[in-house]
């Protein structure tokens, strides 16, 4: 049985009997002929993160197979900053593997996503798809394995306020209906997910929930199993394109920026990474975390600094990341600890047969419960540009490889303990601390650039773009500057309210 075919959401994959990582021009073609498909649309992200669109209507076959080949001619200048006006034309060229039905167009369209190629017909060196492709390939080429990751979105949706079944504040974790009032909707964001293809692990009220001023915000977050590193970057673009456009069918609002309102839980795109070689995952060895897992931790806390310059792009980033609020301010790691920069969750190492135990008609189950441990970063935020932040984590576990001490500076950077209580002060004092702003995540990327440079994976011209962005900010002392005000923080808040 070919467990990727059984029980797929995705109609391409129903209709074609072959995972998408297959699809060709032909299969294309062949379910637009089978299933009545009027429009193609062409879909690509931007400098500001945001998947951008190119619509055609399909006349004929020769039209449809021109397209399919040689993609289209866009205006670069107007996607990325880095790219001047006199020399702008870019290509984008579908990748077949993205194809799925979209969900929300009145007439039948098939969507695909994009890769840029510059005038030579070479890909776009400072793309941030490419660099994540060129990372990976990094990887794989200095390690000998596969870097694979799953995001986990967090993000508020905001209606009026019934009155009705109030939630508790601050208290919606894994909350039910009717005091979680959004489940509707966040199961409909999880089927069109999965029916683009997204591989959803599932999906929950999360802790932030409260009403301000008539109008309800309740937290949700989409899980996604952990996969090919550049699929992972794919799935949650098109899952953000998803759910805002979702929510715009309801009549919602949705926000994935980090911080809506000062004293309330933020939003944070924790991401979840394992390293794998001929299908098995390494992240552990004799039922404990292995040296691969640690190498990839070590080279994570050497860059965290620069890593924000990926992750946390717009000074309200910075309002989240503070003590107490379940988000990292130090350069640390941990079992189990969600007051750390990487996390190591619960993996299944226990050797008993839960299922069994809870379930005395089962028969032992022979299922190999390694393959799910993971390790998670928790300072990234929806602000980030996913293929950035990804393609710099890819960057970071192969510089942890590279490092001749790496196994050492893990070892100095666990703690086994809740940091932001009292008791541990002292051990507080002995770990560096993440940026406070944009201004400084700008100075760390500089500091450390070369290294995200190696391999050629991140272009100078993109480092410099980040970098530029960044310090445009002004905000070295924006935290200190506004304690004790209430109105200033919100008006920022309200500004980058749609980031990402």
């Given at each position: 049985m070919n467990y990727e075919l059984e029980m797929n959401a995705n109609p391409l994959v129903v209709f074609l009997q072959k995972p998408s990582s297959e699809f060709t021009k032909a299969d294309i073609i062949s379910y637009i002929q089978g299933n009545g498909i009027r429009m193609v649309k062409f879909m690509y992200p931007a400098g500001d993160g945001r998947l951008k669109t190119l619509n055609f209507v399909i006349t004929n076959r020769a039209y449809l197979d021109e397209i399919l080949t040689y993609g289209e001619r866009v205006d670069g200048s107007s996607l990325f900053s880095f790219i001047e006006a006199g020399s702008s034309d870019l290509y984008v060229v579908p990748r077949f593997r993205t194809a799925f039905a979209d969900p929300f167009a009145e007439i039948p369209t098939l969507t695909m996503l994009c890769?840029?190629?510059?005038?030579?017909?070479?890909?776009?060196?400072?793309?941030?798809?490419?660099?994540?492709?060129?990372?990976?390939?990094?990887?794989?080429?200095?390690?000998?394995?596969?870097?694979?990751?799953?995001?986990?979105?967090?993000?508020?949706?905001?209606?009026?306020?019934?009155?009705?079944f109030p939630a508790t504040d601050q208290r919606g974790y894994?909350?039910?209906?009717?005091?979680?009032?959004?489940?509707?909707?966040?199961?409909?964001?999880?089927?069109?997910?999965?029916?683009?293809?997204?591989?959803?692990?599932?999906?929950?009220?999360?802790?932030?929930?409260?009403t301000l001023d008539g109008i309800n915000y309740e937290q949700n977050e989409i899980e996604f199993l952990p996969t090919r590193v550049e699929d992972a970057a794919d799935q949650l673009v098109i899952a953000?394109?998803?759910?805002?456009?979702?929510?715009?069918?309801?009549?919602?609002?949705?926000?994935?920026?980090?911080?809506?309102?000062?004293?309330?839980?933020?939003s944070g795109l924790h991401v979840h990474m394992r390293i794998t070689k001929d299908g098995k995952n390494q992240m552990l060895s004799g039922g404990k975390l292995s040296d691969t897992a640690r190498k990839a931790i070590a080279g994570m806390m050497k860059l965290a600094p620069s890593i924000t310059a990926f992750g946390n792009t717009n000074p309200t980033c910075y309002f989240r990341l503070v003590p107490h609020q379940e988000a990292p301010t130090n350069i640390c790691w941990g079992d189990r600890n969600r007051s750390v920069l990487v996390r190591v969750p619960l993996g299944w190492t226990s050797k008993k047969d839960m299922s069994s135990l809870a379930n005395p008609l089962e028969a032992e189950s022979l299922y190999k419960a390694e393959q799910r441990q993971t390790v998670e970063i928790r300072s990234?935020?929806?602000?980030?540009?996913?293929?950035?932040?990804?393609?710099?984590?890819?960057?970071?576990?192969?510089?942890g490889f590279e490092m001749e001490d790496a196994l050492r500076l893990a070892e100095e950077t666990y703690v086994d303990v809740n940091i932001h209580q009292a008791e541990n002060a002292s051990r507080l004092k002995t770990l560096k601390q993440l940026p406070g702003s944009c201004a400084a995540s700008a100075a760390c990327l500089q500091e450390q650039r070369s290294i995200f440079e190696e391999h050629n994976v991140?272009?100078?011209?993109?480092?410099?773009?980040?970098?530029?962005?960044?310090?445009?900010?002004?905000?070295?002392?924006?935290r200190e500057?506004?304690?004790?005000?209430?109105?200033e923080p919100q008006a920022l808040v309200n500004n980058y309210f749609h980031c990402g």
């Open positions: 890769s840029f190629f510059n005038k030579d017909g070479e890909p776009l060196e400072s793309a941030p798809e490419y660099t994540l492709q060129k990372a990976s390939k990094a990887f794989t080429d200095v390690t000998g394995m596969r870097f694979e990751a799953m995001g986990e979105l967090e993000y508020y949706v905001i209606a009026p306020e019934t009155g009705l894994h909350e039910s209906g009717p005091f979680a009032k959004c489940n509707r909707f966040l199961s409909k964001c999880m089927q069109y997910i999965a029916q683009t293809g997204g591989l959803v692990k599932y999906g929950h009220s999360e802790v932030g929930n409260f953000k394109w998803i759910i805002r456009n979702l929510a715009h069918e309801y009549g919602l609002n949705v926000t994935f920026a980090p911080k809506i309102t000062l004293g309330k839980a933020g990234p935020d929806g602000s980030a540009d996913i293929y950035q932040l990804l393609a710099g984590l890819t960057v970071a576990c192969r510089h991140f272009s100078p011209y993109m480092i410099n773009g980040i970098i530029r962005k960044l310090e445009a900010f002004n905000d070295a002392t924006l500057d506004l304690k004790g005000k209430s109105e």
